[in-house]
C-alpha cells in the first residue's frame, strides 16, 4: 500500500519538539506519515492544527523513513514560551 504525501506550509508540533543539544534554537520533531515542507523558509509553527500560531522557522532538515517524517528545524521568532 502507498502512503499518501501532503505538502505543508505550517509545522504543528502537538508538543512532540526536542530541543537539539548544543544548538541555539534547533528542534528535532517526527510525524506520521510524508510530508513535505519548504527548505530554508520561513513557516509558522504551531502547537496544535487549530490553535494560535507560535513563531516562525525554517526547515533545515528533512527525512523520511518508514511511514514518517522527520525533520530538523530552526526557531527564528517565538511568541509564547516554548
Same mark, same amino acid.
Do not use: A
Given at each position: /500500500?502507498?502512503?499518501?504525501?501532503?505538502?505543508?506550509?505550517?509545522?504543528?508540533?502537538?508538543?512532540?519538539?526536542? @530541543?537539539? #543539544? *548544543?544548538? +541555539?534554537?534547533?528542534?528535532? /520533531?517526527?510525524?506520521?506519515?510524508?510530508?513535505?515542507?519548504?527548505?530554508?523558509?520561513?513557516?509558522?509553527?504551531? @502547537?496544535? #492544527? *487549530?490553535? +494560535?500560531?507560535?513563531?516562525?522557522?525554517?526547515?533545515?532538515?528533512?527525512?523520511?523513513?518508514?511511514?514518517?517524517?522527520?525533520?530538523?528545524?530552526?526557531?527564528?521568532?517565538?511568541?509564547?514560551?516554548?
Amino acid at each position: /500500500m502507498t502512503m499518501p504525501l501532503t505538502l505543508e506550509w505550517t509545522l504543528v508540533t502537538e508538543g512532540k519538539e526536542e @530541543r537539539v #543539544k *548544543d544548538q +541555539d534554537n534547533l528542534f528535532k /520533531m517526527s510525524t506520521d506519515g510524508y510530508r513535505l515542507y519548504p527548505i530554508q523558509d520561513q513557516i509558522e509553527i504551531r @502547537r496544535h #492544527k *487549530d490553535s +494560535d500560531q507560535i513563531g516562525f522557522g525554517r526547515i533545515i532538515e528533512l527525512t523520511w523513513r518508514d511511514k514518517k517524517t522527520f525533520c530538523i528545524y530552526q526557531l527564528d521568532s517565538l511568541y509564547s514560551v516554548n
